[in-house]
């Protein structure tokens, strides 16, 4: 079990907790894996952040989740009382408020795994929500179960903060059907093809995209392509750009964010967070604006690199107003405060796991199925090579599964390689490697 892993089962654990518990009760509670040192740091950040309780001191201290419901943490609105100071400032004429450039100190600053800009209770709140399982299958595999409706949910919700006029059912007939909306323009028909074809870029390279400079320019060029001169597309921009309602200036020397941009993405691929690795692309790439255009977008796909990789809910970006996010991002570029779009980043992502749970539930998916297919085939294809007939097919397949499949998802996989050897038949036997002769020969066994 890795740090993160261990951070979620002691929030976990307080979590299930029905009253007040002590450190010692905790930790008999995880285990022998958990020491009391790290237990009681994890809990004392919980403790800042408000997510725990705490009353007692030294040997007596006990603990206890906070009543309020946890997860309303992450759907704190840009408007609350914390962001009114900020809110203020940013609501002023343009000519009352500062110019501000690109801070390079900002990016030194961050040190992977040391710094975060999403809180200690936020990433383990985002892990809990966005995790399915699939820890086991192969990078992209949750991604290709929701392939539909990714493309359509980021296609629309990425195309709607830029002022895109698609509806939903417009961009699903779109994105589907090939069909355009009457009454709207090309270029908004041909944000949303880019996204679709952005998204299936990722998802079908899931194994082995990489977060590098190549990647973002790529992402970018296929969100761009149509929308900007083809030579504008995927490289960096040689002139300089305005942010339309602010007074942030971004660089404009296209060596600076080659060099830059190279930096974001060495520093993000260090990050062992995927939710803090997602942030920090969706913030920072937006930040330095490399690009003519497009810049935004590409930093919401980026965000979902190390989603997809890590077969976590992807983000949808729903719920999000258009006002809302531009405000969130102007903050970042002229106060350096990322909160408000942290707060709008953890409230998406709410969201977005909601509605994919729901999603799964109506499609009746079968994920040991596909999670474990490759153990399921090969497993039926020894039966048969090897002949096993009786209680020996079945000591067979729980020897293998418990060497091979995690506990938690063992009755269900065993369930399902006994319904393939109630209905194996010359028709099933694709991909399993095996002839018809070796199936009649292992059928006439059984009978």
Known sequence: MNKIDKQMAVF?????????????????????????????????NLVGEGFVEKKGQKKATLYKMNPTPVLKALQRSLFTQQYTELLTYIKQPLYLRKP???QKEWLEAYLPNETFYLSYAQRIILKEQGE??????????????????????????SSRLEGNTYSLLDTEKLIIEGLSAEGKLDTEKIMILNHKEAIRYLIDNAEKITIDFQTICTLHYLLADGLLLPGRTGIMRDHSVKIGGSTYFPLDNKLQLEQILVK?????????????????LLFHIAYLQAFEDVNKRTARLSANISLIKNNLVPLSFNDVSKDDYNTAMIISYE?????????????????????????VESLGFDK??????????????????LQLTGEAIYHYIEQQTIISIPKIDQTSFIKTIQ?????????????LGITLDQLNTWQKLQK
């Open 132 to 157: 399915r399982s699939y820890h086991h299958a192969v990078a992209g595999t949750y991604a290709r179960h929701i392939y539909n409706r990714l493309l359509i949910d980021l296609s629309y919700n």
């Open 419 to 431: 319904e393939d050897l109630d209905t194996l038949g010359p028709s099933r036997i694709a991909g």
């Open 12 to 44: 976990t654990a307080v979590e299930n907790m029905q009253d007040w518990v002590s450190l010692p009760e905790l930790l008999t509670y995880l285990g022998e894996d958990f020491a009391e040192r790290s237990v009681r740091r994890w809990l004392n």
């Open 335 to 359: 106060l350096n405060d990322i909160h408000p779009l942290a707060s709008l980043y953890c409230f998406s992502y709410q969201r977005t796991c909601e509605q994919y749970n729901a999603q």
């Open 264 to 280: 974001i993405c060495s520093k993000a691929a260090l990050i062992n967070d995927p939710h803090e690795q997602s942030f920090f």
């Open 100 to 102: 501000i450039s690109y």
């Open 368 to 385: 040991i199925r596909i999670i474990y297919r490759n153990k399921r085939r090969e497993i039926l294809k020894n039966i048969i090579v």
